[in-house]
């Protein structure tokens, strides 16, 4: 594709349902991250992949939170019995290769607890 | 870890006005600074990128500086337009073991015709 693509672009969960949300990263990427952004707020960091490997998931707020790339392309970020707090756009960005070259960003999940 | 604080939070300018917004960093690891813009309800894209090779670059109107004995480093627009009322994002990332990009808080930017 074209860029970054990220699905549902909306998801409204009830507090206790479980959500998974994908990440299809440009294809060849070979890093992709995981940010939350609060409203108002910057990306604040959740995990991170090289390939298929998850090098740092030091961001992920609790054990309610895991995200797998077992193919080292799609992502998929799955949160276990939701809460109001999790309430947040999630981003996911992909770069091509390391060191520091361009994170590229998809539009985004945003996600609503009721 | 990296921690990045970023200013102002909002800024307001009349078209045609030069606007700046600064950032400082803590890790002296850090050595790419990307600025990302984001307009409301769309992904954040990058507008510009310093390595800490240089200490300015320019693009047309927009230009940033890095001040790495200081540890900041700033995004200048000039002759600003409405078009670049949007939210503003700098970020720090690392050169070694992690190359995790950290995030500013934001600057929303408004510029009144």
């Known amino acids: 594709g074209a860029g970054v693509s990220q699905s549902p672009r909306y998801k409204v969960a009830k507090r206790g349902q479980d959500v998974a949300l994908r990440c299809d990263p440009i294809s060849g990427h070979v890093s992709l991250f995981w940010y939350q952004q609060a409203l108002g707020q910057g990306p604040e960091f959740l995990t991170y992949f090289q390939n298929e490997a998850q090098l740092d998931k030091s961001g992920l707020p609790s054990d309610r939170f895991f995200a797998e790339r077992p193919e080292g392309s799609v992502s998929t970020l799955k949160i276990q019995r939701t809460q109001q707090e999790d309430s947040a756009v999630y981003l996911c960005?992909?770069?091509?290769?390391?060191?520091?070259?361009?994170?590229?960003f998809g539009q985004g999940t945003r996600l609503t607890v009721v | 870890g990296e921690n990045v604080e970023q200013h102002p939070s909002t800024l307001s300018v009349q078209e045609g006005d030069s606007a700046v917004i600064k950032c400082t960093y803590s890790?002296?690891?850090?050595?790419?600074f990307p600025w990302y813009k984001q307009e409301l309800g769309k992904r954040p894209q990058l507008i510009i990128d310093?390595?800490?090779?240089?200490g300015e670059k320019k693009d047309q109107r927009i230009a940033v500086t890095l001040n790495k004995t200081a540890k900041h480093f700033s995004l200048h627009i000039t002759e600003t337009q409405p078009e670049d009322s949007a939210v503003y994002f700098c970020a720090a990332v690392p050169g070694g073991g992690s190359y995790i990009p950290t995030f500013g808080r934001g600057t929303s930017l408004i510029v009144h015709p």
């Open positions: 310093i390595r800490s090779n240089v």
């Open positions: 960005a992909s770069s091509l290769r390391h060191p520091n070259t361009e994170a590229f």
């Open positions: 890790d002296s690891a850090s050595n790419y």
